[in-house]
Every structure is written in C-alpha cells, then in structure tokens.
C-alpha cells in the first residue's frame, strides 16, 4: 500500500539547566525525537505522543538507519488513529532513558564520564517539563497529548502543568498513580538490578552488565503485562519438550519469560531501569494536589480515558477514579473500557478498537 | 489458658529406598514429623496435616528446643479446628526440604557430601509416598488430610493415590494444578536463585548462600500471597520516611518485602526452594489421568474445599473446578469461598471462620 514511510531520530540540545523536582540541576541535556506528519501555519495540529517504560522516540514509521517499525506504527500514520495526513506528531524520548535522551549512560560534563548513580532521580513532572523545551523550541503552542501506562501518566501531568497548552489529553491503560501491589513489583525488579554482582554500584559501563538483575526485572514486568487469561490462551500449562526433572527451562512460559528478558538485556540500560520505574512509583498527584479534583481543577483540556478489562496493572478502577474526578470537577471527559484478553499489552496490541474510538475523540 | 503443650520433632528413617516418579531411586530418606493428640486404639482419629511451600514438620504447639509457636498452631490444639482432644495429628516436613526431611543438603550417601543439586527431582507424588512410609510406620490405615496452597496439592494427590486410606479430605487455599501465572512467577524465582553470582550451581554450602537470588525469590513470592486490597490496607503508598530520591528502601511496601527477603534467607535453603517450586510446578493430576474427573473417579472420600474471595494464586475459580469434578463423579463435596481481604496468606490467617467450617465438617 503506497510509500513506506521513514523516520529519522534527531537530537534537541537544551541551551538552559533543568532544575529537577528533587531540587537537582542537570545541565547539557540532550533531546531524542521524531516527528510524522507537518506542522501547518497555525501550529495548532501537534500531538505529542509518549512512550511508556521502555519505549522511544522512533514511535511510528520505518527508521532509516535500523530500518525497524515504531512500537505504535500500527497507531501513527497515513489514516491511522493518529493521522499524519491531518496532524504532526511528535514523539520524544524520556528523560532518564537510554535512547538518546539524557540519561545515567551518558556523559556527565562535570566528569567527563558516564553519570551512572550520580545521575539525579526524576520524577515524571521532570520528565514532562523537558518535554516542553522540545515543544517551545518548535514553537508549538496548542497540544493534544496521548500515551498508554507510564506514557499516560506523562499525558496527565502534561495536562495539570501546562494546562493553557494542552487541549485533548489522550490516557490510555493507565492511572494517576500506581498501587502498591504496582510499586512491590518495581521494588523488586530494581532490587534484582542492586544485588547483581556486576552491578558495581552502577559503574558497570565499562565492564560486565548486570544481565542477569535486569533480566529478571523484565520478566516480572513482562507477567504484569500480560494476565492469567492471556498467558493460558498463550502458553497454558504445556512444556517445551516435556518435563526435563532437572532445573532447566520446562514450561512455555518460562521459555517466553527467559526470551524476553535475553532480548531486553541487548537492547535497555539496567540503570535507566531503575530510574524510570522510579519515577513511576514517585508520581503521585493525589498526594501532590491533596485529590485528584484538586489535580485536574485548573486543567482545560478535553479527556479520553481508555482501559481493558483484563489490566491488572493499571486497572479499570483506577481509570474511573480519574473519571469520577474529572466529571466533579466539570471537565469533558469520555471513557470506555474495552474488552480485551491481552491485560495490560492490550494497549500495544488492540489496535482497531483503540482507532475507532481516538479518532472519532479527535473529530470531536 | 490452661497449660502450654509442647512439641519435639522425631526423625524416621525409612528402610526400604523411595523409587521417584523420574525413574530415580533415593536411600536413606528420612522424614522429620510430629504428632500431637493421641493417636485411639482403633487408630481411626488420625489427622495428617499437610504444610505449604516452605513449612516444616512444626505445625502446633511450643516447640521444646526452639519455644516458637507452629506454623498452625492456632488450628491445631485442644478445642481447636483440629482438636487434639479427639485427633490425632501428624504433621511432617516434605522430601526436598529443608527442616530435617532429606533435601538437597543432606548427605549423598553415595559421595559423603550434600547433595545440591545431585538431588533428584522430587514431585508432589514423590513427598506423598514418603508422607505414607511414616503413616505406615505409625500404624494407620484410615485417614483424614488437610492442607493449604501446596499442603492442599498434596492432599488432593493422597485422596487419588491412597482411596483405601483416605475418608475425609480438606482443601484450602489450592488447586489441582498451577496456573500458568503460577508457574510464571516461580520460574522467575528460580531464576533469581540460579543466576545469583554465589549459587555455583548448587554448591554453596561451604561459601556463600545465594542470598540475594533467595531472597528476591521470597519477596516474589510475597507479592503473591497477598493481594491489592491487602498490601493497600497495610502499606497503601505511604513512604518510609519520605521521598529518599535515592534507589534505597522508599516505600512502605518495599521495606516489608526487603525484611521478609532478608529474614528468609536466614531460615531456608535455596536449593530447597528451586526443588520445592519445582514440584508444585510439575503437579498436574488433569494431565496425568486425562481429566479432574478421571483422576477423582477411583477416591472414596468426603471432601471439604475452601477458597478466599481475594486468592489470586489460586482461585475460588480453581476450586470450583475441582467440586464440579468431584459432583460430576458422585463424590460427597462441600464448599465455601470465605470473604477475606488476606489473599492467599488467608489460609494462615483467618482461623476463625475455617474452625467453624472444618470442625463441622469433620463433624458430619
């Protein structure tokens, strides 16, 4: 069908220091973004697109150098949900990550070596307030703002921080805040990373990484994201060769799991890990604004919340607190919970379901 | 009130090897148990109590050497669930253990050193046959189980593999197998162990314990035994002390994951643990006989089952499939799911309302 069409990530040097929510300052901070689609002359047809734990900005298209799909390619494109025919999509990567945006692997300035541990912890306002120097610099003014898990808790602090910018908040299986069942497994995960024996205090750049701490820290996040039903419906109970009495890999699921945090440790940076998960825990505007009425009173943005049925990390419940709050506080808000078996991958698989209902919220 | 009643745990060395369902034959097994109650002359009053994953012999009572309280030592006790004026109750640690059953770190006979992981895979049936040399020993021909979570596996494979022996079966907090999320989380648990730097495949007896796998494996474990509603009741996301911004313990959730990981490693063999998630994982009486109904055809026993509403490890769902099983070959079945806010932790927690239902169980 037509084109392919192909992306290239650029990098946005921020002239001015970051001062971080901690109190911190960063300086030297680097940007990685794509954009599909134009910007017109008014500069009112942007959404900004974010990326969840691990993700990056290479969000849509082919990239021209790995010649790889966006991780929501399905999403972003000529008619699809967020249509490059009509609008200009910018995705960036998050700080603390390792995908081109500042983060733990990169070079201090004040060293001249890899931060490490001495990069300071973010928070998701941090994140989103580096955001914003990529959408001043092209002199965006209006935003829509879309993004599933952790991509939508960008999407909720981009709409109660800069709420004269922002005007359609897309919030995909997401919360305003994890629960603790949420922050346990992250606990976990990183305290794999920290008692690694190559970890070295997260100077392990130029030695061992710590594989496997960070192998298994993805594959107790892979088990969130997916649920009982899908993992049945997937692997059920079978073996991968039969049953081997000894303590290699047995089931189909310990074969996937193994597979999935092998692949991880290629592509991710342990300490990006943990700082991200911890900006996930951290991010709490119910404890910040006092409720989250008080967190959305000042926004002026239209909401669409989206969650699966079968989500048990960011749950249903969770999605309807943030509706009943909206709805109190007078806020045009939809929501629709959609049946999926695909728990919380659903919103990086459900494509067709998600489409309808983006596009029709965007038309709106 | 009244006097403290105090246990010994006995070790009995069984003559005759143990032929493993893997074809492999183990000497010299010993089983560590203890008894509480006294057993009648027509010894018909025997109770055989059965312990979860990384339980021990010490069910009730004080124990005499070390003055802690058994693990059911508020269902076990004169006037109690299992009242110790009328039953007799056995209780006895599993093969593969690690609290004087042999193990993995008891010594091969055949080499003079622990075994590790020369130790063969042990299964579900493996631990019953070996539980039935001490009934056996003790002179019991007729029998009552009980168990919870692997307790209750265990159960359920006495009633199908011993139908002559066993009238009366309890099933708490179980299912007749694993689900594939089950499995999920206890391949990552062994993962942890396995890939902690001082594991050296099994052989650490003379170094360093894998104790930070261990413990991962325990604090995975944990997240499992309780549920949303239970860790948000107890730790909800309030910090320790504050926003640390730092990757030390911050929340609540994860300083009491951390303390369970560190008080573990200090009362549990990690080879035990691989060994022992190994056999809950491979128990499938479904696969084995072709169905539940098949495998419950040939019992002649009464069966009580019971779940709690908030048990995510196994379900209300896993047990009704078990009852419908069991109805649909005309066995004698009662059931109860237990409104509980405990999780899977219910089973050692909510005394009160399953002393009613077993004591009038064991009544009828």
Known sequence: MGNINYS????LKVKEPIVLKSGKVLSNVEIAYETYGRLNENKDNAILVLHALTGSAHAAYIHKDTGK???????????????TNKYFIISSNVLGGCYGTTG?????PETGKQYALDFPVVTIEDIVDVQKKLIDYLGIEKLIVAGGSMGGMQAIEWSIRYPDVVN??????????LNAQGIAFNAVARNAILTD???NNGNYYNGQNPSSGLSIARMIGHITYLCEEAMFKKFG????DGPSFDFGIDFQVESYLQHQGKVFVDRFDANSYLYITKAVDYYDPIKEYGSLEAAFKNTNSRFLIISFSTDWLFTTTQSKQMVNALVSVDKDVSFVELESKCGHDAFLLEFEKQTKIIKSFLRG
Do not use: Q, V, Y
């Open 197 to 199: 024996s190559n970890f």
């Open 237 to 240: 109970r079978e073996f991968k």
């Open 168 to 177: 359609s908040t897309i919030l995909i299986a997401t919360s305003a805040r």
């Open 104 to 108: 733990p692997a990169s070079i201090n």
């Open 8 to 11: 290239e990530t650029k990098i």
């Open 69 to 83: 799909a966006g991780w929501w390619d399905d999403m972003i494109g000529p008619n699809k949900a967020f249509d």
